[in-house]
């Protein structure tokens, strides 16, 4: 399984930006990159995935590097609510259903 | 929204009992799993269950675990004979192909306690 690298935590102020980076340098042309969060007492739950471009939903946007090497995940005002543990999975061809490896994340604190 | 539950939400159980957790899946789905988490330590993949039957499981996963989707939708994972060092929670989820989103649809998890 190819490998994500993450700072293990990070600490943001309520209502600011919020850019979590996650190396992947060995990352393969048919790899999406996805991120999952786990806040307190809950399952992991989808923030976003992508394959070359740019995305952006509800919840975050995802920036991904011209080399597809690294990537950021961009909560654009954190909440509270955003105190979570964020993970950066690299997931191969995930038409066939494959798995999600889970690291170690990085915790994100929100002051407020 | 549609969501994936689990049951027991917390089960205690004595060493070497047998433990049945439960889950049902999102209706539409088709890939099924089971992960572990360890109180403090990573979220870790057990099995994949696709077309009735198991796609891939890891070496954690060893004879003392079984999963089964006995009726077209609930989704089971059994422990034989349970170790302490099978504490932890256990999550399920499911995973529609194709779909857009990519998205694993995690449930809440059941906390497993042995004594």
């Known amino acids: 399984d190819a490998k994500t690298t993450q700072p293990n935590s990070m600490e943001s102020n309520e209502e600011e930006p919020v850019h979590l980076p996650c190396n992947h340098s060995t990352i393969s042309g048919t790899d999406y990159i996805h991120w999952y969060r786990q806040l307190p007492s809950q399952g992991p739950e989808y923030v976003i995935h992508?394959?070359?471009s740019n995305v952006n939903n509800r919840m975050a946007s995802l920036a991904i590097a011209e080399d597809r090497k690294s990537s950021t995940l961009i909560l654009h005002r954190a909440t509270l609510r955003d105190a979570a543990v964020y993970y950066c999975?690299?997931?191969?061809?995930?038409?066939?259903?494959?798995?999600?490896?889970f690291g170690a994340g990085t915790i994100l604190r929100v002051k407020s | 929204e549609p969501e994936v539950t689990q049951t027991p939400s917390h089960q205690v159980t004595q060493m070497g009992q047998e433990v049945i957790l439960r889950c049902v899946p999102i209706?539409?789905?088709?890939?099924f799993y089971w992960y572990r988490q360890i109180l403090g330590q990573k979220v870790e993949f057990l099995v994949s269950f696709y077309n009735n039957e198991i796609s891939e499981k890891s070496e954690i996963f060893d004879d003392q675990f079984s999963v089964e989707r006995p009726d077209g939708s609930n989704f089971t994972l059994k422990i034989r004979s349970t170790k302490l060092e099978d504490s932890a929670m256990y999550f399920c989820a499911s995973y529609a192909r194709g779909g857009n989103t990519g998205e694993l649809f995690f449930g809440e998890g059941s906390r497993l306690t042995v004594l």
């Open positions: 999975i690299l997931r191969p061809r995930m038409e066939y259903g494959n798995k999600l490896v």
């Open positions: 209706s539409n789905h088709l890939y």
């Open positions: 992508g394959l070359t």
